[in-house]
């Protein structure tokens, strides 16, 4: 599985964005995709994650009720909706791919998309 992050940039504390990932590659059929970021000096973490089928999500705290995961399954993307953005969502996103539903342990990784957020 390869995947492409797009869609990040510089935004104002409020606003919104949308994130993209495409994913190419025979064997995506199955895989969890999930998104994650790191923000400067910190570790990577978990932002959200969507079944196959697009069934079952999860969000983390920090962003439940403000960030949307969706995906279209057949078109190969996925896509995280950012709204209400923080200063504390500054960070580099990257989507991730992995098979069996999980907050960790992700096998395949984008390249990052970077998101700023001014106050």
Known sequence: ????????????????????CAASGRTFSGHVMGWFRQAPGKEREF????????????YAD???????ISRDKFKKTVHLQMNSLKPEDTAVYYCAA???????GYDHWGQGTEVTVSS
Do not use: E
Request: positive net charge.
């Open 62 to 68: 920090s962003v439940k009720g403000r960030f949307t």
């Open 1 to 20: 599985v390869q995947l492409q992050a797009s869609g990040g940039g510089l935004v104002q504390a409020g606003d919104s964005l949308r994130l993209s």
């Open 47 to 58: 932002v959200a994650y969507i079944s196959w089928d697009g069934g079952l999500t999860a």
């Open 98 to 104: 992995r098979l069996g539903l999980s907050r960790s």
